[in-house]
Nanobody, 123 residues
Framework: QVQPVESGGRLVQAGDSLRISCAAS????????VAWFRQAPGKERNFVAA??????NYADSVQGRFTISRDNGEKTVYLQMNDLKPEDTAIYFC??????????????????WGQGTQVTVSS
């Protein structure tokens, strides 16, 4: 099984760009659907983006600003975030599954979760 490990979250200003990473420990992300979710204080965990064999999916709120990608060795999945807004402030979680499940936007579709990385966007 794979264990996601997130890194790269920090404090940035509105309009800045930031790339956060999700590294696969024990195995690679080959044959896994990998997604990013985020959770703000007092709110539920929401889908951000996913990468699978069929392509990429994005939440409407980040479409056109965020890009999910994998490195060639599929050891790391990235989330490039541009034009960050204060409402993007949250803990960002990386999740993975080897099952072919739908929808990829639901947290229940994923079996392996990282501990999260904090992204804070100041206005």
């Amino acid at each position: 099984q794979v264990q996601p490990v997130e890194s790269g979250g920090r404090l940035v200003q509105a309009g800045d760009s930031l790339r956060i990473s999700c590294a696969a420990s024990r195995r690679t992300f080959s044959r896994y659907t990998v997604a990013w979710f985020r959770q703000a204080p007092g709110k539920e965990r929401n889908f951000v983006a996913a990468s699978s064999w069929s392509g990429s999916n994005y939440a409407d709120s980040v479409q056109g600003r965020f890009t999910i990608s994998r490195d060639n060795g599929e050891k790391t999945v990235y989330l490039q975030m541009n034009d960050l807004k204060p409402e993007d402030t949250a803990i960002y979680f990386c999740a993975a599954t080897a099952r072919s499940v739908a929808p990829v936007t639901s947290p229940v579709a994923y079996d392996y979760w990282g501990q999260g990385t904090q992204v804070t966007v100041s206005s």
